[in-house]
């Protein structure tokens, strides 16, 4: 008797299907990739041909040049070799996305990264049942339970109004994260200009061709220093305490990131705000998204693994995590 699942190939290197000959989020270049999402250890450069939403496709592009891609919509059914191919929201970044993976009787749901919040950056979560959900664990700890969005966004606000003449520099994932809290502020009424590292621009210019609205965003190399007093600027994390940033008027450093939950990290980048918000599922979200889902099988990819397998187990769920090389906690 055929085992659940034995149809897809758990590698270090990727998901790899054979009955298609394609592989899911490869960490090194093959002829046929599925690509949940544009993040770089999900999507890399190099691929023969690639599967992706079109807005991953046009994240792939704007990172690594022309790609052979096949855009694939939300719902729109596709088949490779034996296997019936799906693509639905994963609600983590733009153009995220979980694949499912249909043949032999069985569904096998691919999940990427994900979370279960709204934002108004991308399409909401889809649940789906399935029979393998191989998820991620980023925040696969019970300690991990991120606050309301709407509070952290009011902590940013605060500390803008408390200090007029100051900034606060949010450093924040170029990809997904620093659109996200543009977009946040701005359903929180905030119309001001927003101020953006160069290293911003490219990514946020492709959110607005692609129908996100961010509002009115400038340059920190065009303004002068007096007038990014009282404003937010937004960078990369590796940006908040380099040289950059001494041109900006006594800049109230702030980070956006699950990881804010850990007071050691916070500390370890001298951030001043923390800001805990994160563009994956904690804890709950990632129990709840199990639940909801209704799996026979639960397949791990990386992250906190050993605690998500383990509650698996005592829901009478069989677990497993996988040996996948090349995922990163990222700065989320």
Known sequence: MAKLGDW???????????AADAWVDPSQPVPRALVTHGHADHARGGHGEVWATPET????QTRYGAQTGHPIAYGESIRLGEVDIRFVPAGHVLGSAQIILEHR?????????????????????????????????????????????????????????????????????????????????????FDDPIYLHGAMQRLSDLYVELGVDLGDLRLVADTPKAELQGRIVICPPAAL????????????????????????RAVQRNVELPLILSDHADWD????????????????????????????????????????????????
Not at 8 to 18: K, R, S
Not at 291 to 316: F, I, M, N, S
């Open 8 to 18: 897809i190939d758990p590698l270090p290197t990727g998901i790899y299907i054979p």
């Open 57 to 60: 496709l046009a994240i792939m």
């Open 105 to 189: 009787g069985e569904r096998i749901i691919v999940s990427g990264d994900y979370k279960r919040r709204a934002d108004p950056t991308c399409a909401p979560f889809e649940v789906t049942p399935c029979d393998i959900f191989v998820t991620e664990a980023t925040f696969g700890l019970p300690v991990f339970r991120h606050p309301e969005t709407r509070d952290e966004i009011d902590k940013l606000l605060a500390a803008l109004r408390a200090n007029p003449t100051r900034c606060v520099l949010v450093g924040a994932y170029a990809l997904g994260k620093a659109q996200r809290v543009i977009a946040e502020l701005r359903g929180m009424g």
């Open 241 to 264: 305490n380099d040289r950059w940033s001494r041109r900006l008027p006594d800049p109230i450093t702030a980070m956006a990131s699950g990881w804010m939950r850990v007071r050691q």
């Open 285 to 332: 979200e990632l129990t709840r998204t199990i639940r909801d889902v209704a799996p026979k099988e639960v397949w791990v990819t990386h992250g906190r693994e050993d605690a998500l397998v383990h509650w698996c187990a005592l829901h009478q769920i069989k677990a497993r995590a996988l040996d996948l090389a090349g995922f990163e906690d990222e700065d989320d």
